[in-house]
């Protein structure tokens, strides 16, 4: 395998792996947190979709 | 070094962003408009043997909770407790400010206050005695001017010297029946360690006296607070005997009385400053005109795109110039091979090809950022709001709308200002039908390409094409889903001020920023990607064109000829290339699909990938057409090659701004309505109407120009 073949596979696999990165971050940040509230801090059942 | 947390609070357009960046260096976005702040930032700086935290709170008139981002900002005084709030109110509007003042200090932070605008209190002949308002009140005051970085350095002593000092603020005294009552209540909360864990007695006893609508609920709830309740009820029976009126009424009244009593005290209105009302009114007397507001504002948004497409041209020329410079340095100094052409195929198309539009990006967000500190944005919430209202959507939703524009992501967070439910998520659903910044790179490539002298027409009707679809989405949806009535909308006015050229910068720098930093990250990888799939698998056995196409190289008589031969040689080997690769069999397998609105598998191709940013389009149509940045008129005629035509070139416009947005959008979408059946509406809902709207206009643009 010749250097430019290397350095190809190298940069593709980088590329690869910042990709299945952005989509982890994106997915993370669908995981949703439930707001803290006065009814939180009451330990009370705070229904976000009510606020 | 202490650590110390300071929350920014005060009311809507008071400055506290200004202020904020002046103290952390941040550049967080700033506006001549409220609701500019819609979630909480965080920023650090020193001074002295203080390491300071410091979180810019979205802007409230009070911390009775209307709209999600004043519950944030409640929310983070009352149950996080920073070290200190520091209450920024418009010194122009004392009397209107000071309300939030005294329910922050009900709640029992320590509190600074820093009177902003001094500049403006001067020119309004406002004078204020700041030593007995700061001994009223009870807390430090300090006069600033955070436009101009004037008073920072005191108001920074100020808060040194309360650091760790406990409150001396002087609450307002609510009359000798409800004191009695608040006392009654307050002194039973403090026996209940739950309770003072969290919330000051005597702003919870106001909270549960006023019926506050999410604490006073949560506490009558709980069977273990029945004492407290019982209590509660029996001391507002009693307030309601004596006062015969709502007591969140009968307190907010006691509020101003005594706020109007401190201003009295301080505050001397030593001249009217008529000229600049006069300014203010002259200007808005022409553009609030109920007949010729609109067309004004349309010319405006004309005029913005015009500019942005003719300057924004010259110098995007220099920008392509160079990077066919650096296309040519790496095409003579690198010898044959995959790393060559990556470098030529993947990076300096994809990436060159969508850099060449950052002028542009910056001509249009610079006039923007000028409407916008200007104050004349605010104008253009008010004008729409008649136009909103008459279609049942809430005015505000075009603040949101608005930022939209910018980028799909803040403009659907900007929704939180909205006090309804349903109209929040009207909003948020519709957002993603304005064009964003990413999608400006498409328009501009695609409409100077195919449009010439008429592309800053184009696009200022693809922007009118978004509202209108978003318009109409929203009617829809009002009529169907959400049929709640809209609350009345209030919006404020701000006085016309000049923007500073630091803060135009300041938004040229964001936006920037923002460009440049997606150029390295996901449009690098994207076009590296999409080069990868367009190169791999490699082809074994060209077709008999390039057989026919070698012979007729070998035998060409003269250098031109076997120029010309080399060229179509390449040409051909290149589109076999494409079409055997990996994007080139996906393309082909789309291609049913895209057809009837007049694409090619190539534009199939790039809307596809244009899912996870909509620049990527572009980088995608540089890559499959090999055009770089030498753009528009080899893209046209590759294009027109793949039987494009003016007629699909709009449609393929229309098609971008509607289709599936890209995926930060659809992951906020998904956050803010917190629904995945909304979600899963916005997506393909986009793609259905983008897809009716593209087939139209094609098969009109085709009669039209009799294609």
Known sequence: MDMQTLLVIIILGAAGVMTIIYFIKQAQSLILKKPECGCCALKKTCKPEKR | MKKIQIALAGNPNCGKTTLFNQLTGSRQHVGNWPGVTVEKKTGFFHYKDLEIELIDLPGTYSLSPNSIEEILTRDFIVNDKPDFVLNIVDGTTLERSLYLTTELIDTGTNLVLAVNMMDEVAKKGIEIDFITLENLLGVPVMPINAKKEEGITQLLDKLYESAFKTSTAHSVNYGEDIEASIEAIGCQISCLEELTAHFNPRWLAIRLITGDKYIAQAVRRDK????????????????KTLYEDDLDMVMTEKRFGFIMGIVRECVVVRKKDFSRLDTTEKIDNILLNRFISFPIFALILWSTFQLTFSLGGIASGWIEELVNLLSLLVHRLMPVGPLKDLLIGGVLSGVGGILVFLPQILILFLIIAILEDSGYMARVAFIMDRMMHFLGIHGKSFISLF???????????AARTLENEEDRKVTVLINPFMSCSARLPIYVLI???????????????LYIIGVLVAIMTAKLLKTFFFKGKSVPFVMELPPYRSPTVKSLLIHMWERASQFLSKMGGIILVGS???WALSYYPRISQYSG??????????????????????????????????????????????????????????????????????????????????????????????????????AAAFSFMIFTLLYIPCLATIAAVLRETRSVRWTLFSIFYGIAIGYALSFISNILGRAILGI
């Open chain 2, 545 to 646: 064109k390039v057989t026919a196409l070698e012979s007729q190289l070998s035998t060409a008589l003269n250098d031109d000829e076997k120029t010309a031969y080399t060229k179509l040689l390449e040409d051909q080997k290149s589109l076999e290339q494409i079409e055997y690769s990996a994007i080139g069999r996906l393309g082909k397998a789309v291609e049913p699909f895209f057809k009837p609105i007049g694409f090619s598998w190539k534009e199939g191709v790039a809307l596809i990938t244009g899912v996870v940013a909509k620049e990527i389009v572009v980088s995608t149509l540089s890559v499959l057409y090999n055009t770089s940045s030498d753009s528009e008129i080899k893209l046209k005629k590759e294009m027109s090659n793949s039987g494009m035509n003016p």
């Open chain 2, 403 to 413: 930022m939209g524009i910018g980028c799909n992501v803040p403009g659907i967070m």
């Open chain 2, 447 to 461: 409409a100077g390409a195919f449009f010439g002298q008429n592309a800053g027409t184009v696009i200022f009707w």
């Open chain 2, 224 to 239: 273990a607070y029945a004492t407290l309740n019982q209590l509660t009820a029996k001391q507002i029976v009693h307030l």
């Open chain 2, 528 to 530: 590296l990607i999409i």
